[in-house]
């Protein structure tokens, strides 16, 4: 396989709050809404992502919808209105919640904390991990520690403790047999269904802030929220190719590709690890500094800009890089 070097030009171009923290100056998230988290759960297993499981509206919820809506041949409202939710009744058995035990394996790091915010800093890590063990939960249940403290108060992360959690888990984890070790178990752990379409496009769209997937029928069979260029760095409209994808990717940081950058001539190569710049892959594109990667802030996407790259959770990403080959065309539209 083809070795990519993953060059710093997709970094978020907009301030990015923890997982666990408000934008100054916004109030209180609502309170989950266990009729909301249903419908996510559905529609996340069925590959159109509402972004992150958390119970509450939002855009990514409304490009979910609209895409499930196509598929069914409903009206594109991207509402929760009677016609959809006759449609998602007939995949009522998959529950918005589970209870489940948490396991040693699910709570162990290593992890990073404080994380450094200079890349030169950054690259002296073991790895770009994540912050702390509700950080880990939360991202294989596709979901925030914020979302996890409200379904669980009282919450206490231990071995044999029994939470409430978003019913992120697949119907397969029977992965190729041909994968790396580490990607399987990076599949495993963000709860990756192994039973996914084949891509034969991708068509990003700028307006829309959407990734779709259509098979070689050319039918809808997945869409994702994604974050995508900005005024600096925009969107390369255009046909473009998929030249291979890297899993768990170190992260080679050029000062130079970056118009907001303030130690020009700074090199410095960050270890793997999900909470790196571009998460746990890389897909990359025919052109060139150009790809489609995960992210360490999942609540950030479709919200933010980028430095040009197409962003997504990283469970998507690694939903996505299942689904593609090199032979899966690639669209940027505006």
Known sequence: MRKFSVLAICLTAASAYPASAEAPGTSAKPLVDLNILHAQVILDHLGFSPGILDGREGRSLVAALKGFQETRGLPKSGKLDPATLWALHAYRALRPTRMLTVTAASLAGPFVNPMPKDPLDQARLPAMAYRD????????????????????????????????????????????????????????????????????????????????????????????????????????????????ADYNPKFHYNAELFWDAKNKGAKATLPPGPNGPVGVVWIDLSKEHYGIHGTPEPQTIGRTESHGCVRLTNWDAARLAQMTSTSTKVVFQA
């Open 133 to 244: 063990p509700a950080e880990k939960l939360a991202e294989s249940f596709h979901t925030t520690p914020e979302v996890l403290a409200q379904l669980n108060p009282g919450m206490q992360l231990k071995p044999g403790a029994v939470l409430k959690l978003p019913n992120a888990l697949p119907t397969s984890r029977d992965y190729p047999a041909d994968l790396r070790p580490d990607w399987r178990a990076t599949l495993n752990m963000l709860n990756v269904d192994a039973n996914q379409p084949r891509a034969a496009k991708l068509v990003v769209d700028k307006s829309d802030k959407t990734l779709s997937v259509y098979d070689d029928a050319g039918q809808l069979v997945a869409l994702f929220s994604a974050t995508m260029g900005s005024s600096h760095d925009p969107l390369p409209i255009g046909d473009w190719k998929i030249q291979g």
